[in-house]
């Protein structure tokens, strides 16, 4: 069972930057659609970006023109930049699935975006 772990996240005044990871400890090469997901305080998570094996992605409107997934599945690691950073970015994110997303959730990384 692939388990995953997210990390990168930090405090960045907006308009900055950040490089989010998430490592598998197994093949994501099986799992044709990976994705981000973001949760903010008091808020439902939400799916913030996705990438198939195929390079095909897909963003939340919030994010278009400011975020990119990618993927290497050699590194069995999947990646969100994030530029251009604005404080309603302020989240948890985590990687997972995005359809029928695995039953267990990492424990996300913190995104802070504040002056």
């Known amino acids: 069972q692939v388990q995953l772990v997210e990390s990168g996240g930090g405090l960045v005044q907006p308009g900055g930057s950040l490089r989010l990871s998430c490592a598998a400890s197994g093949s994501i090469f099986r799992i044709n659609d990976m994705a981000w997901y973001r949760q903010a305080a008091g808020k439902q998570r939400e799916l913030v970006a996705a990438?198939?094996?195929?390079?095909?992605?897909y963003y939340v409107d919030s994010v278009k023109g400011r975020f990119t997934i990618s993927r290497d599945n050699a590194k069995n690691t999947v990646y969100l930049q994030m530029n251009s950073l604005k404080p309603e970015d302020t989240a948890v994110y985590f990687c997972?699935?995005?359809?029928?997303?695995?039953?267990?959730w990492g424990q996300g990384t913190q995104v802070t975006v504040s002056s």
């Open positions: 997972n699935k995005r359809w029928s997303p695995l039953g267990s």
């Open positions: 990438i198939t094996n195929g390079g095909s992605t």
